[in-house]
C-alpha cells in the first residue's frame, strides 16, 4: 500500500468557465416526485427513454457496493485528506442509491415494470459474487479489496462520461419531463464532482498499469452485458411497445443522433482514453458546469434552501 501523499489535480475548465478549485464532497439530501412522470419521458424517444431507466434497475445495488467496500477501505487510510475525501465520496453514493432505489417503486413498478427480477439478479452480484469472503486469509482479502478498489476506478470512469453526457444532452430541448432530467442531471453532475475520488483511491492502495487495464477491461465487459441486459429487460417489460433487438438497435442510433443518448463513438474513445500512461480523470468533463448545476438543480435547492 502507498503511504504517498494524496494530491489533487486542479479540474479541467471548459473556455468561458470560472474554475472553483478544490472542491469539499458532501451529500446532497435531495427527493424527487415521479407521480407525474411518463414511462417515456423523454417525448418522442420511446426506446431511449428505458436505456436511460434501465440505469436504475443498476444502480442502487452498485452504489451500495460502493459505499460497502469504501467503508472496508477506510480504516486503512492514512492520508486525511483523502479519508476526508472518500467520506464525501460514500455520503455521496449512499444518496445516489436512495435516490434511484426509490425509481423502482414509485416509476418502474407503478408503470408496469416489475424490478424484482433484475433486482434479485444485482443483489447476487453485488452482495455475493463481488463482496470479500471471511474464509480467505487476511493477506488475500487485502489483495482482494486493491481489486475491487480498482475496480471501482474503472466503472467510474464511465460514470464520469455519462455524468458529463448528463449536463451536455438535448432532453431538454426534446420536452422531458422535469423530475426524471434533474434526476439524472444532479447524479450526473455529483459523478463529475467527484470523479477523481475513484483513481486516487486505487493509486494510494497499489498503484499499477497492468493492474489498472485489467481491472478496466473486466468493467467494460461486465457493464456491457449489464446494460444490454437491463436494456433487454426494460424493453420486455414495457407494455406499450412492441420488443425487437435490432428495432432497439435502430432506435439507439437515432437517439444517438438525437442528442438523447450518448454516441457508441465518445464511449469508445473515452474507453481508450484510460489507457494513457498520463490518463487522470480531471481530464473528463468540467467541475465548474458541475457545481454550476448542483447550485442550479431543483431537487438540490429543495434539499438546502
Request: with cysteine; aromatic share 12%; hydrophobic share 40%.
Amino acid at each position: 500500500m502507498s503511504q504517498s501523499t494524496h494530491t489533487s489535480k486542479a479540474a479541467r475548465v471548459t473556455p468561458g468557465e470560472h474554475d472553483p478549485g478544490p472542491v469539499s464532497l458532501h451529500a446532497r439530501n435531495v427527493a424527487f416526485d415521479f407521480e407525474a412522470t411518463p414511462l417515456h419521458w423523454i417525448p418522442g424517444h420511446p426506446m431511449s427513454s428505458n436505456v436511460i431507466s434501465m440505469l436504475n434497475l443498476l444502480l442502487p445495488e452498485g452504489e451500495r457496493w460502493f459505499v460497502t467496500t469504501y467503508n472496508e477501505a477506510l480504516p486503512l487510510v492514512a492520508d486525511e485528506e483523502l479519508a476526508a475525501t472518500m467520506r464525501g465520496f460514500i455520503g455521496q453514493e449512499a444518496m445516489h442509491a436512495e435516490a434511484h432505489d426509490k425509481v423502482l417503486w414509485d416509476f418502474l413498478d407503478r408503470h408496469g415494470v416489475d424490478p424484482r427480477p433484475f433486482q434479485r439478479q444485482m443483489q447476487w452480484l453485488f452482495r455475493k459474487a463481488l463482496s470479500p469472503k471471511q474464509s480467505w486469509s487476511e493477506d488475500r482479502r487485502k489483495k482482494d479489496l486493491v481489486e475491487r478498489l480498482w475496480l471501482i476506478a474503472a466503472i467510474e470512469h464511465y460514470t464520469a462520461i455519462l455524468g458529463d453526457f448528463a449536463l451536455n444532452n438535448t432532453w431538454r430541448e426534446h420536452g422531458s419531463d422535469p423530475a426524471m432530467t434533474d434526476l439524472f442531471t444532479w447524479h450526473g453532475a455529483e459523478e463529475v464532482e467527484h470523479r477523481c475520488v475513484a483513481h486516487d483511491v486505487a493509486v494510494y492502495f497499489g498503484d499499477g498499469y497492468l493492474r489498472r487495464g485489467r481491472a478496466m477491461a473486466i468493467s467494460l465487459v461486465g457493464l456491457l452485458m449489464l446494460i444490454n441486459r437491463g436494456s433487454r429487460f426494460i424493453a420486455k417489460s414495457d407494455p406499450t411497445i412492441e420488443y425487437s433487438y435490432w428495432r432497439m438497435i435502430r432506435e439507439y442510433a437515432r437517439g444517438a443522433r438525437a442528442g438523447v443518448l450518448p454516441t457508441l463513438r465518445s464511449i469508445i474513445f473515452a474507453t481508450f482514453s484510460y489507457f494513457k500512461p498520463t490518463f487522470y480523470p480531471d481530464q473528463i468533463g468540467s467541475t465548474a458546469q458541475a457545481v454550476a448545476y448542483l447550485a442550479a438543480s431543483p431537487a438540490a435547492r429543495a434539499a438546502h434552501p
